[in-house]
């Protein structure tokens, strides 16, 4: 049997490793309540969605249709999933051409079921600074926000970038409009004074290079 005050004080003593996956995740949406039903309710969502890997990969919508869930408590769990993302994972990670970016980018988007499109922001001396994804699609297409893409640039006061997208269908052929997206991107870098590197398309076994 589950003891509420027992886990959390566990949490807070001992450190989250010594919690599993399923009460971590009904802390996270139960707060201080956290009995016996709470973490096997935790333990349900984590098997309907697979595991970590698949909750982490869930679109808000999906979330909220969840029984027990409803849109505050979805809403807390998109925060918090979304939060490790914000940091900056590469340890200023240095780069030398558009391929070393593959191992940057892989991590963001490989495994998503819908097309985002992510900027990696540089300094002056190449290093990775930051990632960030700047537009969410549908299964096989996804805008490109120019704008978007370059104000994230300045606002992590970067020099150069390098965009890419997914493929969900695990293809990695660039399309046209990919294609077109790269010339897009090069002539916005230029009106701002920006570094283009180019842009990858990533998938499950590959990137593509559409430079």
């Known amino acids: 049997m ?8 566990r949490l807070l003593r001992l450190g989250a490793h010594t919690l599993t996956d399923a009460e971590l995740l009904a802390v996270l949406l139960h707060g201080e309540r956290v009995g016996e039903q709470a973490v096997a309710h935790a333990g349900w969502l984590l098997r309907a969605m697979g595991g970590v890997p698949g909750l982490n990969r869930s679109h808000p919508e999906a979330l909220v249709q969840l029984p027990g869930l409803g849109e505050a408590t ?3 769990l998109v ?4 939060l490790p993302a914000r940091r900056d994972p590469f340890g200023q990670v240095t ?3 558009l391929d070393d970016f593959a ?3 892989q991590p963001v988007l490989a495994g998503r079921q819908r097309e985002c499109v992510a900027v990696a922001v ?5 290093r990775v600074c930051a990632v960030r994804i700047v537009a969410e699609g549908n299964s096989d297409s996804a805008p490109l ?7 994230t640039v300045l606002r992590h006061d970067g020099h150069a970038f390098t965009i890419a997208h997914n493929h969900p269908s695990g293809n990695i052929n660039p399309s046209s409009g990919d294609r077109h997206a790269t010339i897009r991107c090069r002539h916005a870098a230029n009106t701002a004074g920006l570094v283009f590197h180019g842009h990858l398309v990533i998938g499950d076994n590959g990137t593509w290079n559409t430079a």
Do not use: E
């Open 103 to 105: 191992p940057v980018f």
């Open 145 to 151: 926000p120019v704008r978007d893409i370059i104000a």
């Open 122 to 126: 540089c300094d002056r001396g190449n």
């Open 95 to 97: 780069v030398t051409c």
């Open 74 to 76: 979805a809403a807390r």
């Open 79 to 82: 925060a918090a999933l979304a």
């Open 2 to 9: 589950v003891d509420d005050l027992a886990l959390t004080v």
